[in-house]
């Protein structure tokens, strides 16, 4: 009997999204709000294997342990290094890699990485983001206090 591996039983997976579709944040290169699911096209060859939702920004997370996200990043909650960022498409969040576990705030997002560190990004009011400053952050940063 021919043993199927998992890895190629994933390799044409399918992302998709739905519901208010403001700000971009379902990746579909618009801001239409879909009431059915629809595919998330330019994520159609990555294996997603979890996303978390913000207030206004989606972030997915691929088996490889990338980061992508999408949507509204006006506090830096999109962690492309801007403000005042809005993507309708996922985009690279760059400086992560094998990430574990994601987690989206209102306006700030969170990353645990498979050694332990943690990173955050986004709005720090309050002092949320645990870099010990309420400073918006634009791209993700270790929390130090955690290492």
């Known amino acids: ?13 399918f992302l998709f999204t739905w519901g208010d579709g403001n ?8 801001e239409e709000s879909l009431f059915v699911p629809y595919n ?5 060859r990555m294996r997603i294997k979890s996303c978390a939702l913000g ?3 989606s972030l997915f997370l691929s ?3 990338t980061v992508f996200a999408c949507g509204n ?13 809005f993507r ?6 760059q400086g992560l890699q094998r990430v574990k576990q994601l ?9 645990l990485l498979e050694g332990g560190a943690l990173y955050a990004w986004g709005s720090g009011s309050w002092g949320k983001l645990g870099l010990a400053t309420d400073n918006n952050v634009t791209a993700p940063r270790v929390i130090a206090a955690l290492t």
Do not use: F
């Not at 591996?5 to 044409?12: G, I, T």
């Not at 700000?23 to 618009?30: F, R, W």
């Not at 990043?73 to 960022?85: C, E, F, K, P």
């Not at 987690?103 to 990353?111: C, E, F, L, M």
């Open 40 to 44: 998330v096209t330019i994520l159609q």
């Open 23 to 30: 700000d971009g944040k379902l990746g579909h290169q618009s």
């Open 88 to 93: 309708s498409t996922p985009v690279h969040v």
């Open 103 to 111: 987690s989206a705030g209102d306006y700030h997002s969170v990353a």
């Open 55 to 57: 207030r206004k920004h």
């Open 73 to 85: 990043g006006q506090y830096g909650q999109l962690g492309t290094g801007a403000v005042l960022d």
């Open 1 to 13: 009997m021919r043993r199927i591996r998992e890895e190629s039983v994933l390799a044409d997976s």
């Open 63 to 65: 088996a490889e342990g």
